[in-house]
């Protein structure tokens, strides 16, 4: 387990000032150097000039949208693009005054006191004051986390700045980019955990962004997190790095896995090849992360080209592509104002391999047209001498590059023990044709059976816990209104509602397991072809289980879905997933109507119209509503790992707190005005009953009851579908109180056991029939019909308010929300009201 090191420490809300830039400072004004920012072309060029660190520079002329600037600096004059000077960041003495002051205010008052004291050297005082501040600023080293999918990016991040993002074995966990400060041996590191790319072609979102990333926001260091135990396959995007001509350094991490397995490598002569520094870590332990910061140091402050392991090598890709790389150059190296933010030579191979993002920035250019025409001419020479299109000759050369490589470098996999062995080995069974799903279908199933048969203990002991905390505030107040709200309103509420946490616990705790040993991945794998049929990817199979908990998490859970189709969609078909939530309805309504041996199928009936649905409605969504192809991507599959505790720890209560802070949030709001609306307007002598009916919510029941005439609802259970639009729990605790001035209807959590409050209100629900105009013989079955269109109703129709939220965020517009919930209980509508008049017929 991985046990922190003490030099790190996690240091939120500092450097979160905008570092000031050379381009900003006016005629006359002065400054210090921090550091030179952009790719190694430009630093080296802009560093010759004399732009080094802590050296003191003076702006000559600075017209407004006048290029270019020029500067006096180290004596000489020079003149720099407004574009170039911002990428140099600077200190200059206003801002360090600032610096210091918000640092510590006395200290203010004595250096003051010391640029006041010398006042015959003013200047040089000056000067030192700026340098300090200089020198201090240029020890915030910007770090970008760079590699494949699942290679460890996040626990490196999480283990260098003791955050708590989530790791998985489960690739698109990283989808934005995180950031948090770590720092070791004076310097601070601002880190920033990019998403996962396998390459960095213009093909994907991730790989855009991270590529925007690396231009735009020009981090200091890359690490380069690499997973050893698929070197050849890592160091591709190693050399795509190399030609963005990037400080990097990189982590060989998993080394624990491949020296198990008994991989040979030597690390440094890698890093000689390439040019990089490579040490061998492991995220899990904690091992070499000293050392890889030592190294992202030791490469900031070196200068290139001083050491063979902090140089910037040229892959080479042969030589008729190396012609042609050098064709192009020369064109771009025309075009000055491209110069500071890419590298001419990335920018050429990147035109070869006819990236459609590079093109279009370079048809913006005066010589576009020329630059493409030796682009065409190039691609052309290659492909005949290559036999192949340029995008695949270089892909090829830069194979041919890391397979040389490591044969120098000695490696070698072991066939001591191969975890790929064992990963092989096991999907042989697990994703076996015929066995596979037999084996999916039995975890599935003790997954939920797990969930509810243990699940009741907890259960049990926490209603426990809110009937003695009710009855305690109850006996201990006095009668009136803030007693009502408290107990039943609050306690009742929220107390029908927590019960359901253990359940919840235990089956994001299996999903977490799934999750993280890889077997979700192959879950995933296996669902496919059965989820592209619904129009949606393998992918979304894992947030539709989570639905069954509770749909709040199951929307985030939707991240890791690449396509956008497919996720929006899946976002849309979530509430159908019957949610955990719904149970205590379904065990009230199932056990009043239903005898003892059809409840478990009755039951089981609601889950399975549920997913049916699902599947027509995603078929419908994405043949009429979201629509457009969707891209191919790949389904990874990581190896089996055995999952360490504390993760899946972390992850099962990342899970639940979703829960909990829906709880806490809008159920407790929804609870405490259903209360109101209850309880108002209030009149002691009436029974509880008629006090319901006279209610806000018993008039509201009321003028709704047309509504649902097709249904048979009467206006009882209409109160109970408005109370539930807050959360769907709060349906039985209000049809208990209606029916039988007792609501501990909520409380129950099992329907085996022939209840007498259950016949009581299966009495009331009849007799309430009956007074309906119904022939007595029938009532019954009628009854019967009724509660299960009800049970339809409840399945089907809007979410609560925590998952149209939800939706609302991962969306980041109102429209699907309310899309959401309108489609939803139209569905509802339709489908309850189909089966009663249906059934009808039948009685
Ligand atoms: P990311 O996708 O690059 O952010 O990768 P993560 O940090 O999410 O890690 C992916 C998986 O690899 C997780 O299950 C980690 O626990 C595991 N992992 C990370 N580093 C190591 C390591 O050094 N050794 C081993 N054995 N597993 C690791
Ligand atoms: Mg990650």
Request: hydrophobic share 45%; with cysteine; aromatic share 10%.
């Amino acid at each position: 387990m991985a046990t922190r090191l003490p030099f790190i420490s996690c240091i939120f809300a500092k450097n979160k000032q905008n570092k000031m830039k050379l381009s900003a400072l006016k005629t006359g004004e002065k400054g210090v150097i921090v550091k030179v920012l952009g790719h190694g072309g430009f630093r080296k060029r802009i560093i010759e000039m004399g732009f080094i660190k802590g050296k003191e520079i003076e702006v000559l002329l600075n017209a407004p949208l006048k290029d270019p600037v020029k500067y006096k600096i180290m004596g000489y004059e020079v003149s720099l693009r407004h574009s170039e000077a911002d990428l140099i960041e600077i200190v200059s003495l206003e801002e360090a005054k600032n610096l210091r002051a918000a640092d510590v205010e006395e200290k203010l008052s004595c250096i003051e006191d010391n640029i006041n004291d010398a006042d015959e050297k003013p200047l040089q005082a000056e000067h030192q004051f700026m340098a300090e501040e200089a020198d201090k600023r240029h020890r915030i080293i910007n770090v970008a986390l760079v590699g494949n999918p699942n290679c460890g990016k996040t626990s490196l991040f999480n283990y260098a700045s003791g955050s708590h993002e989530r790791v998985g074995n489960y690739s698109g966990v990283t989808v934005d980019a995180k950031t948090a400060h770590a720092e070791f041996e004076g310097y601070t590191f601002n880190l920033v955990d990019l998403p996962g790319t396998y390459s960095l072609s213009a093909y994907s979102p991730e790989e855009l962004y991270v590529r925007k990333q690396l231009v735009e926001k020009t981090p200091d260091i890359v690490i380069n997190v690499i997973d050893t135990s698929n070197l050849e396959r890592n160091l591709y995007l190693t050399t795509q790095l190399i030609d963005m001509h990037i400080r990097m350094v990189c982590a060989l991490n998993m080394y624990d896995e491949v020296e198990k397995r008994g991989d040979i490598v030597n690390a440094d002569k890698l890093g000689e090849l390439f040019g990089i520094p490579m040490v061998p870590t492991s995220f899990h332990s904690g091992m070499g992360v000293e050392e890889l910061f030592h190294e992202v140091i030791k490469t900031y402050e070196m200068q290139e080209g001083v050491d063979p392991h902090y140089r910037h090598i040229h892959i080479n890709h042969g030589h008729e592509i190396e012609n042609g790389i050098a064709d192009i150059q020369e064109h771009l190296k025309a075009e000055d104002n491209l110069r500071h933010r890419y590298s001419t030579r990335y920018l050429a191979i990147k035109l070869l391999e006819k990236d459609r993002e590079v093109e279009q920035y370079i048809s913006q250019l005066p010589d576009a047209e020329e630059i493409l025409t030796h682009r065409n001419e190039a691609a052309e020479r290659v492909k005949e001498e290559t036999g192949d299109d340029s995008e695949t000759a270089i892909m090829d050369a830069k194979y041919g590059f890391i397979h040389g490589a490591l044969s120098e470098a000695a490696y070698e996999t072991g066939k001591k023990k191969d975890t790929y062995q064992m990963t092989h080995l096991l999907d042989a069974i697990i994703t076996h044709k015929y066995l596979g799903f037999p084996i999916f279908l039995f975890l599935i199933w003790l997954m939920f059976e797990a969930t509810f048969v243990l699940g009741q203990y907890p259960m049990d002991w926490i209603d426990a816990g809110v009937a003695w905390l009710g009855e305690t505030i109850s006996a201990n107040m006095a009668e009136g209104p803030i007693k009502a709200l408290l107990v039943d309103g609050i306690i009742g509420g929220v107390g029908a509602v927590i019960v359901f946490l253990p359940q919840i616990l235990i089956l994001y705790f299996f999903i977490s397991f799934m999750e993280d040993s890889g077997y979700m991945a192959r879950a995933a794998f296996m669902m496919d072809r059965l989820m592209h049929k619904m129009g949606l990817h393998g992918k979304s199979f894992i947030p539709l289980i989570m639905g069954f908990g509770c749909n709040v998490p199951a929307i985030m859970a939707t991240r890791t879905i690449e396509s956008r189709r497919s996720r929006l969609v899946t976002m849309l078909i979530l509430p159908m997933m019957s949610c955990s939530a719904r149970l205590p309805i379904y065990i009230m309504i199932i056990g009043t109507f239903f005898a003892i041996q059809y409840r478990s199928l009755v039951m089981a009936s609601l889950y399975a119209i549920g997913i049916v649905l699902a599947i027509i409605m995603s078929k419908l969504f994405t043949k009429f509503v979201v629509k457009g192809e969707d891209t191919p991507f790949v389904m990874e599959l990581p190896p089996y790992r055995f999952p360490t505790w504390k993760a899946i720890g972390r992850h099962t209560w990342e899970k639940g707190k979703q829960y909990l802070k829906k709880m806490g949030g809008i159920i407790l709001v929804a609870s405490i005005i259903v209360w109101c609306l209850e309880y108002f307007p209030h009149q002691d002598k009436l029974s509880r009953m008629q006090q319901e009916e006279q209610s806000y919510i018993g008039q509201i029941g009321h003028a709704i009851e047309p509504i649902f005439s097709p249904q048979n609802f009467n206006w009882k259970l209409d109160v109970g579908l408005v109370a539930g639009v807050g959360a769907k729990e709060i349906v039985a605790s209000t049809m208990g109180v209606l029916y039988s001035d007792d609501d501990s209807f909520a409380d129950d959590d099992s329907y085996s056991g022939d209840s007498e409050k259950y016949s009581k209100l299966h009495q009331h629900i009849v007799n309430d029939i009956k007074n309906s105009g119904t022939s007595p013989e029938i009532a019954e079955s009628v009854a019967s019909l009724t509660a299960y269109s009800y049970l339809i109703f409840v399945l089907l129709y809007f979410p609560c308010l925590a998952t149209i939220a939800a939706i609302k965020a991962e969306t980041g517009s109102w429209k699907w929300a309310l899309f959401t919930a309108g489609y939803t209980t139209g569905l509802a509508w339709i489908i309850s009201a189909l089966f009663f008049q249906i059934g009808m017929l039948f009685i």
